[in-house]
T-cell receptor, first 112, second 110 residues
Framework: DGGITQSPKYLFRKEGQNVTLSCEQN?????MYWYRQDPGQGLRLIYY???????QKGDIAEGYSVSREKKESFPLTVTSAQKNPTAFYLC???????????FGQGTRLTVV | GQQLNQSPQSMFIQEGEDVSMNCTSS?????WLWYKQDPGEGPVLLIA?????ELTSNGRLTAQFGITRKDSFLNISASIPSDVGIYFC??????????FGTGTSLTVIP
């Protein structure tokens, strides 16, 4: 089945720990994205990548880091520098930066 | 980042009624997208619009790319219980990322 897989679905971490969220796609898409969603708000872009080994900051990149070593993978690390990490994180991919994006199922991160 | 104003924020309607929602921006957009999100899930693409004035349907859903290129509309006809969810618009200015609206929460009362 073609699609975008995020894992895990739910993640709990203690404050001060870094945590990495996984995102894999088998759609052969060049572009991949990470969004953050808070209750009652729209999606805000954290980072995006148009090609392998290249990525750009979105509107709320502080406290996050990414890598794009393979076309199909775009992991997101939430670092201890992120002041308010508890949120729903969505990964997406598209064939190009100007085309519609398709989303994974999301990872709900809770930091206690 | 860009601000997209999506309205209404929430809607409570009777099953069988039609629904209308819209999204406006202060900038000209080249592409408008409409997504639906169920609780705890990722958004699912409903309709993509690429030209000003374009009117596109997907079953009971119809979306339009506004002539001014600063707005878009989504209509749902004859609503059913499974239409419940949050509907998001997303717009893309020239050569730029997509920006998302704050969503319209739809509740359908059987």
């Amino acid at each position: 089945d073609g699609g975008i897989t995020q894992s895990p679905k739910y993640l709990f971490r203690k404050e001060g720990q870094n945590v990495t969220l996984s995102c894999e796609q088998n759609l052969n898409h060049d572009a991949m994205y990470w969004y953050r969603q808070d209750p009652g708000q729209g999606l805000r872009l954290i980072y995006y990548s148009q090609i392998v080994n290249d990525f750009q900051k979105g509107d709320i990149a502080e406290g996050y880091s990414v890598s794009r070593e393979k076309k199909e993978s775009f992991p997101l690390t939430v670092t201890s520098a992120q002041k308010n990490p508890t949120a729903f994180y969505l990964c997406a991919s598209s064939s190009g930066i100007h085309t519609e994006a398709f989303f994974g199922q999301g990872t709900r991160l809770t930091v206690v | 980042g860009q601000q997209l104003n999506q309205s209404p924020q929430s809607m409570f309607i009777q099953e069988g009624e039609d629904v209308s929602m819209n999204c406006t921006s202060s900038s000209i957009f080249n592409t408008w997208l409409w997504y639906k999100q169920d609780p705890g899930e990722g958004p699912v693409l409903l309709i993509a619009l690429y030209k000003a004035g374009e009117l596109t349907s997907n079953g009971r859903l119809t979306a339009q790319f506004g002539i001014t290129r600063k707005d878009s509309f989504l209509n749902i006809s004859a609503s059913i219980p499974s239409d419940v969810g949050i509907y998001f618009c997303a717009g893309q200015p020239t050569g730029n990322q997509f920006y998302f609206g704050t969503g319209t929460s739809l509740t359908v009362i059987p």
